[in-house]
């Protein structure tokens, strides 16, 4: 399995609090992404890292920030979260293009 | 919006036999990917299917990809109970600055013995 190691993995807040998700590699790959995963949503892409310092938004961007200050680490931010942004959140690794991802195990999120 | 669409969205069918999964997508892609999720855990590389190829094998896993039909499938010959689990395709494109994978809703596939 890809060394990759998310942190928390469950962690219960209540709204307007700031929530940080931590996503560490092992494996020095440049590209790191993080997901929700809702019912009849299937995985879709908040924000991702294509290398140090360099991040870019996904398809459900608003709330949330990243950080990559260093490869090894991809830290997600929910500046004051709020009830729609309970979920599981899954951190993903790819080392280069047409190469495929690998996950991490998942935090679940809830918000009350 | 998603991008890609499974079908079936559920899927049941006993130890041994075929599991057949379909996946639709819309607009042009790199490859095509497809992963398994077990319960409580997260996604798992099973095989990618450049947009230059028409079919892919990886044990008992077989994938095609009709590029001219925007839709692949995902065939798992001889199942077992340890197949149950939920398949997503996922469709890549290449941005200026990464390839970003498209998730479809999955199918979720129950094996029983």
């Known amino acids: 399995d890809a060394g990759i190691t998310q942190s928390p993995r469950h962690k219960v807040t209540e709204t307007g609090t700031p929530v940080t998700l931590r996503c560490h590699q092992t494996?020095?790959?440049?590209?790191m992404y993080w997901y929700r995963q809702d019912p009849g949503h299937g995985l879709r892409l908040i924000h991702y890292s294509y290398g140090v310092k360099d991040t870019d938004k996904g398809e459900v961007s608003d709330g949330y920030s990243v950080s990559r200050s260093k490869t090894e680490d991809f830290l997600l931010t929910l500046e004051s979260a709020t009830s729609s942004q309970t979920s599981v959140y899954f951190c993903?690794?790819?080392?280069?293009?047409?190469?495929?991802?690998?996950f991490g195990d998942g935090t679940r999120l809830s918000i009350l | 919006s998603q991008q890609g669409e499974e079908d079936p969205q559920a899927l049941s069918i006993q130890e041994g036999e075929n599991a057949t999964m379909n996946c639709s997508y819309k607009t042009s892609i790199n490859n095509l990917q497809w992963y398994r999720q077990n319960s409580g855990r997260g996604l798992v590389h099973l095989i990618l299917i450049r947009s230059n190829e028409r079919e892919k094998h990886s044990g008992r896993l077989r994938v095609t990809l009709d590029t001219s039909k925007k839709s692949s499938s995902l065939l798992i010959t001889a199942s077992r109970a340890a197949d149950t689990a939920s398949y997503f395709c996922?469709?890549?494109?290449?941005?200026?600055?990464?390839?970003?994978?498209?998730f479809g809703t999955g199918t979720r596939l129950q094996v029983t013995l």
């Open positions: 494996e020095n790959h440049r590209y």
């Open positions: 996922a469709t890549a494109l290449n941005t200026g600055t990464a390839s970003k994978l498209t």
């Open positions: 993903a690794i790819r080392a280069e293009s047409n190469q495929p991802q690998h």
